[in-house]
């Protein structure tokens, strides 16, 4: 009977599109029950129509198999169905089980009256209904009666057999598998133990990352030391030329006088014989007068002694050639001796021409101290001496108020700083120091400012000069994982003239570690809050070196002297005193200079409280200007110290005088207008008897023809300037190159936190592994589920130290005129090696933990493209929120993301947004990837699992493209706002 008629019975292709697209368009609970069709509906319900159960046509009717579009009429000898069928319930056919699936008979079980083993009860009423085979077709998410079961294999639909040792049989396989070597397999398993797989895998990659670590450690280290090495034989090749030089010049010396003695004693003797005849014949002579005559005289003998001073010149000039000294400035007879600096190339070369200038510098400036009268007229007519751009600020009627609270920060503050002179910021605390630098160097924000700032004369903002311009913030903003040098050759590199060969930027870094005192930490990393590096006073020196290897015009510095002691502060001004002379426009705010220090200084800028300038001068001059008005500085106490105090309200000035008034006698001493609230205290400066203002007109401190009308000036404006420095930087590939080595240094000093990440990753890996083991039976989504947020959350929070910890870094080294683009770049590459070795990490334990049907490779891409999206991700939390918000983000999103993602399909708006979320998409790649490896069954498998999950059928590099295009948008997103937000 059930070979006879086998194909009068089975499904023709309409009434398979039927039952399939009922499955797929109905909740996996209701699978069991079809629509109405031609056989089954109110008015004809055949044996047939129950589960298990099919009909056959009529003998005279041909049924074409082939046939989508209509439904035979079979209702006609209703017998129980084939095994290797399945027969629904609602359908009068028999559909064939898939390769892969075990369709025997059933059973009845007589306690619970059902059919093992598949679950269908016989009809009521009818006792001769028997079971017959298979009633459904179902996902492994719902039912599994029809597979092979797990520690089996069937490699017919009727057929079932054990899986012997050594081999494992997973559910639905139509043959054994061999286990791996290294790898147990016991009789009736449906998986390999293959742990050992795991462990050699994680012992591999720990040790190749602990060679590359270790590896690059000992060449960075071995690269310091040749460097140091290098560094020492210049230094004492060029302190060795120096002694040689002095001890040449000794001899020279000694010899010249020797030779102008001689000579003396020579023209002395002549002159005695000459003198006689001269005498006897002197009434006789005619006069005399000056003719051309070749014949000698003593004017012939001056010739002589100019070619004997040409001869010392001459050995002069050959000591000045010895090496190490070779390319002094100014030397115009060795010029074309001079190797140029674009021909040394070496690290030996390069220092030591870089320690010979120094040394050539330091022998200059011991001349400089005493000079005589032929080396002033010698430097005077040096016209090869380097200078800088010159950039000279004037400001007039500058007023900073705040926006919101209309309070005045600063009022009517007229002045110039001008270049090649430092000047002094000095006041009360909440006088506007830092208010008045910020102003200067156009980084005040929240403020409405009024007045004018004139730029070398012209009304162009500061930031036209930003490229030669430097402003050393109050903090020291400094790389704790890089090494003093370090810190300053990246300055260097980024900021100096692009053309600039490379011998000159180590001679400028070379000069500011010699100029200020850190040559013995030079190779010291400069730490930070967690780890001890150098001290603060050198720290804070290195802060200001930052600034001065760029080689500024305009140099702008907040409290710098702050934290250090006197010795180092000295030796901070001797540095930029040295600066100065070059043409440097240097101005600064101090607290409490010692004696020493203020005589160093050129100008002195004292604010009063509210912002209003008392003072704006010579700092010889300051004395003599408060003497005028009846205030003298006591012996023993620091002028600007005692004016501080009258200021503060500490000391009270002279009878008559007070604190107040004193902004407004700077006005009227020097003509500026004082403002209408102040014209009170001009009533009463009038009535004193030390009203200052009859001679302040012929003493400004400012020309007055430095200002045209103030019609003239248009108001404070900071659109984007254009560039008027004259300096052509490096371009953003140069710059990127030097950002990603810096960042690769970074992190390879940042090795502890790494193996950290890794060792998470491992413990995760092996939890969700051990927790989540597939048996064989679903596709493994609960464990890809718990992955994709484990995964996620892990990975942001480590990616949030891209760029979280260095906002403060990237605002300054913006503002100096490095490249955005460069610096993302740069950390977004270094991030790359972590997408690349974490997925290797986490399936090192999960995978052979887990067991799943895909391959490692199929879940390793899906992991790579999962982990560069969520990098992306946390770029823009690290960049647009606080560290503590971003990491409260990094942990909430994942979460709420796979939650929403798996809401299944009767949630309209949780399949909405889930469709365009990034745990949508990784989540079914790995279930696809699991599908495809359902051997003969996968294809109906996985449509029909993956639909009632909730997810559309898609292929599965879609699946990874999506991924992919995420992560690239999170990134330009994260860009955005490093350009936008973090520059605040």
């Known amino acids: ?116 083993p598949y679950a269908y009860q016989l009809p009521p009423g009818k006792g001769n209904h028997t079971c017959g085979a298979a009633d459904t077709w179902a996902g492994v998410a719902s039912s599994e009666e029809i597979f092979c079961s797990a520690g089996f294999y069937c490699p017919t639909t009727t057929k079932k057999i054990t899986c012997t040792k050594g081999h494992y049989c997973r559910m639905g396989s139509t043959g054994e598998k061999a286990c791996f070597k290294l790898s147990s397999c016991n009789p009736n398993t449906y998986k390999q133990n293959m742990h050992a797989y795991g462990f050699i895998l994680i012992g591999a990659l720990s040790l190749i990352l602990m060679v590359f670590y270790n590896c690059s450690d000992q060449v960075l280290s071995t690269r310091h030391a040749r460097l140091a090495k290098s560094r020492e034989r210049a230094a004492r090749s060029a302190r060795e030329t120096a002694e040689a030089r002095k001890r040449w010049k000794i001899a020279k010396d000694v010899a010249k006088k020797r030779t102008v003695g001689l000579q003396q004693q020579l023209s002395r003797t002549f002159s005695r014989k000459t003198g006689v005849e001269a005498s006897t014949n002197e009434s006789s002579l005619p006069p005399k007068f000056p003719s051309n005559s070749s014949k000698p005289t003593p004017a012939g003998k001056e010739k002589k002694s100019g070619n004997l001073t040409k001869m010392l010149q001459s050995i002069e000039n050959d000591s000045d050639s010895h090496e190490g000294f070779h390319l002094q400035i100014g030397d115009k007879n060795i010029k074309k001796q001079m190797p140029k600096a674009k021909q040394l190339h070496t690290k030996s070369q390069i220092f030591k021409y870089a320690y010979g200038q120094l040394e050539k510098e330091k022998a200059m400036e011991q001349k400089n101290k005493n000079l005589t009268f032929s080396g002033v007229i010698s430097m005077a007519t040096d016209t090869d001496i380097r200078t800088r751009p010159t950039i000279e600020v004037s400001f007039k009627d500058l007023t900073i108020t705040l926006k919101k609270k209309h309070k005045h920060l600063m009022r009517s503050v007229t002045g110039k700083i001008l270049p090649g002179r430092i000047s002094a910021v000095m006041g009360p605390s909440g006088a506007g120091k830092t208010t008045f630098l910020s102003a200067v160097a156009g980084k005040s924000t929240g403020c409405t400012m009024s007045g004018s700032i004139l730029v070398n004369g012209k009304p162009d903002s500061i930031h036209c000069y930003k490229k030669i311009t430097g402003f050393v913030p109050q903090d020291d903003i400094v790389h704790g994982n890089l090494t003093v040098e370090e810190n300053l050759r990246f300055s260097a590199r980024c900021r100096l003239s692009a053309d600039m060969p490379k011998p000159d930027k180590v001679l400028v870094v070379e000069r500011v570690i010699e100029s200020l005192g850190l040559q013995l930490v030079r190779d010291s990393l400069v730490g930070t809050v967690e780890k001890r590096g150098i001290s603060g006073g050198q720290r804070k020196r290195v802060n200001v070196g930052l600034e001065m290897v760029m080689e500024p015009s305009l140099l702008i510095l907040d409290e710098p002297t702050s934290g250090l002691d006197s010795a180092s502060s000295n030796l901070l001004l001797r540095a930029l005193r040295r600066e100065a002379l070059e043409g440097v426009n240097i101005c600064m705010v101090l607290h409490q200079p010692s004696y020493t220090l203020y005589k160093m200084f050129d100008d002195l800028i004292l604010l009063a409280k509210g912002g209003l300038i008392v003072y704006h001068g010579p700092v010889k001059k300051v004395e003599e200007y408060f003497a005028g008005i009846g205030i003298t500085v006591p012996e023993r106490v620091t002028p600007p110290d005692h004016f501080i105090d009258i200021l503060e309200g500490i000391t009270k000035p002279c009878a008559g005088l007070t604190a107040e008034q004193l902004p407004v006698r700077w006005m009227l001493h020097n003509g500026y207008p004082v403002p209408p609230d102040m014209l009170q205290l001009c009533d009463q400066i009038g009535s004193s008897s030390n009203g200052g203002s009859a001679h302040g007109a012929s003493e400004k401190s400012l020309p007055g023809d430095a200002w045209q009308d103030s019609r003239d000036h248009k108001p404070l404006h900071f659109l984007k300037p254009h560039d008027l420095s004259n300096r052509v930087t490096p371009g953003v590939l140069r710059q990127y190159r030097y950002f990603l080595g810096r960042s690769i240094k970074q992190r390879l000093r940042e090795a502890q936190l790494q193996a950290a990440d890794f060792l998470i990753l491992l413990l995760a890996g092996a939890c969700l592994g051990t927790l989540s083991q597939v048996k064989g039976d679903t596709f493994g989504y609960h464990g890809y589920m718990y992955t994709i947020i484990a995964v996620s959350l892990l990975c942001k929070i480590s990616a949030l130290r891209s760029f979280s910890l260095d906002k403060l870094h990237y605002r300054r080294e913006n503002d100096s005129g490095t490249s955005s683009l460069a610096y993302f770049m740069a950390k977004d590459t270094v991030d790359h090696f972590n997408t690349l070795i974490k997925p290797l990490v986490f399936l090192s334990m999960f995978f052979f933990f887990n067991n799943p049907r895909s391959t490692f490779t199929d879940n390793y891409v899906v992991l790579l493209c999962l982990v560069y999206c969520v990098t992306g991700i946390a770029y823009v939390f690290a960049i647009f929120f606080p560290p503590s918000q971003a990491q409260l983000w990094c942990v909430l999103l994942p979460v709420v993301l796979t939650l929403i993602a798996n809401q299944g399909k009767d949630d309209k708006i949780g399949k909405y947004l889930g469709s365009y979320s990034y745990p949508k998409w990784a989540l079914e790649a790995f279930l696809i990837a699991n599908a495809q490896r359902y051997s003969g069954v996968w294809l109906i498998t996985r449509c029909d699992t993956l639909n009632e999950l909730g997810y559309s059928v898609q292929n599965w590099t879609y699946c990874l493209v999506l991924l992919i295009i995420t992560g690239i948008g999170y990134r330009l997103l994260a860009f955005f706002c490093l350009l936008t937000f973090g520059k605040k």
């Not at 209702?75 to 898939?98: A, N, Y």
């Open 1 to 116: 009977m059930e070979t006879k008629d086998v194909t009068q019975r089975m499904c023709t292709a309409a009434e398979m599109k039927f039952y399939f697209t009922s499955v797929m368009d109905t909740k996996s609970a209701d699978a069991r029950f079809l629509k109405p069709n031609r056989n089954c509906n109110l008015t004809s319900w055949v044996p047939g129509c129950e589960p298990g159960w099919a009909c056959s046509v009529a003998p005279d009717q041909k049924v074409n198999l082939k046939n989508s579009n209509d439904i035979p009429l079979r209702t006609r000898d209703s017998q129980p169905c084939c095994e290797g069928f399945f027969c629904p319930r609602g359908l009068t056919c028999m559909i064939p089980c898939p390769l892969g699936s075990y369709c025997p008979r059933a059973n009845i079980n007589e306690t619970t009256g059902v059919c093992d």
